[in-house]
């Protein structure tokens, strides 16, 4: 059976110049990506009737979901396009009138005689009301179209109350799965270099995600039969890189980890500023493993508060494997944690030498006899360096344990 296609309109010169981020597309697609529905084409369009008019005119998807420019100002356009692309007249529609009045008296403000234009629709569509404002959703049965208003609030309540019921009033759906592997400590290429010879079936389509903590392998298909036997493959040869699947963070994965196990976490940090903490402590329920966090940042501090020998940091230097062992069993023995973690580095933009260079750090951690110390060379800006320097030792701590 052919699947059901759709198109993402959203109309407005400040999404196409960039000085709005166009939030409403992804959200619509997720929507009717996860009820069924196939997404065929997503497009920014200006505030001007002929273009507008003539994409819708020529449209040709079961589905056409329009967001912006029903507001009551001279470039909200999008009513009078659609009287254009159908060659037809705009409508006062008097109960829309009457609500969007409703509206302002219910809050106490004074309506500006422009907000009357809210409550113009064009021949063959139907208004319906909007809850969270003032201009109603458009809608008309053929060809499907839908319009909602460009305030995010307001289209993403109409989205899910009406549009989606509609949608599948009107066609034969069958929602897609996703099934997802997430893996960490592991390149996309890596990655794909290790699975690129498993068949997938072509009902299923397979995506590699990359994000900041690793690479998602998300399978999607009608049919999850399909899916569970090429997602056991894949799990076969990723099995010592994943750490989880949809829905799961790291942060997430680790604690549930730690409070099987009753185990206890402290940390040293260094070049990451306390963010390793800040991952963790977002989780709710952090209190039930995690002691704390301290950020040792200068020498005079690694060796007061994480107990690092001075003549450590001497022989060594700041940013060394041996330094940041010992700061882990320095905060390790202070606090009693059964698992200890620390990370020193040089996130520039200075700092760096030539056996040393910006990028470079060291994380240590430590978890009953087992002993994890690396020094690794990351890349990118201060920030993008403290993030993957995060996230690095994030799996170094679900290793540990694990």
């Given amino acids: 059976m052919k699947p059901v296609s759709a198109c993402i309109l959203t109309i407005g010169n400040e999404l196409l110049f960039g000085e709005t981020i166009d939030t409403n597309a992804a959200f619509i697609a997720q929507q009717l990506t996860a009820a069924g529905v196939k997404i065929a084409r997503k497009a920014t369009l200006p505030d001007t009737i002929a273009t507008i008019a003539q994409v819708v005119k020529n449209q040709e998807e079961d589905i056409c979901i329009i967001t912006g420019g029903l507001g009551p100002t001279d470039d909200d356009l999008t009513r009078q396009a659609l009287a254009r692309a159908f060659n037809t007249r705009l409508f006062p529609n008097q109960r829309q009138a009457k609500r969007i009045e409703a509206f302002f008296k219910r809050f106490k403000r004074p309506m500006a005689q422009s907000n009357y234009v809210q409550a113009l629709v064009p021949q063959g569509f139907a208004a319906l009301d909007n809850d969270f404002g003032t201009a109603p959703m458009l809608f008309r049965k053929k060809p499907f179209i839908c319009v909602l208003p460009g305030v995010p609030r307001e289209a993403r309540n109409l989205m899910t109350s009406a549009v989606l019921p509609l949608v599948q ?29 498993i068949a997938v079936p072509a009902s299923i389509t397979l995506a590699y995600l990359p994000e900041i903590s690793g690479v998602v392998v998300r399978l999607s298909g009608r049919n999850t039969k399909a899916i569970v036997p090429l997602r056991n493959k894949i799990r076969a040869r990723l099995r010592e890189y994943i750490y989880g699947r949809r829905g799961d963070t790291l942060e997430s994965v680790i604690q549930r980890i730690f409070i099987r196990k009753k185990l206890t976490l402290a940390l040293a940090e260094s070049c990451t500023g306390g963010l390793i903490a800040s991952k963790l402590v977002a989780v709710p329920g952090s209190s039930r493993y995690f002691l704390g966090s301290v950020v040792c940042y200068s020498n005079a501090l690694k060796i007061k508060m994480a107990g690092v020998p001075k003549r450590v940091i001497q022989r060594y230097g700041a940013v060394s494997e041996e330094t940041a062992l010992a700061m882990t069993q320095g905060i390790r023995r202070k606090t009693g944690a059964g698992v200890a ?3 020193t580095g040089i996130a520039g933009p200075g ?3 030539k ?14 006899h087992k002993r994890i110390v690396e020094k690794i060379q990351l890349f990118g800006g201060r920030s993008a360096i403290q993030e993957r320097a995060a996230y ?4 170094f701590i679900r290793k540990s344990v694990q």
């Fill in 392 to 395: 690095t030792a994030l799996n």
């Fill in 351 to 353: 700092g760096g030498t």
């Fill in 341 to 343: 973690l620390s990370v």
């Fill in 355 to 368: 056996k040393k260079p910006v990028g470079t750090v060291c994380i240590a951690c430590v978890s009953g």
């Fill in 169 to 197: 009033s009107h066609f034969r759906l069958t929602p897609i799965v996703h099934k997802e592997i997430k893996t960490t400590g592991i390149g996309e290429s890596s990655l794909f270099d290790r699975i690129k010879d």
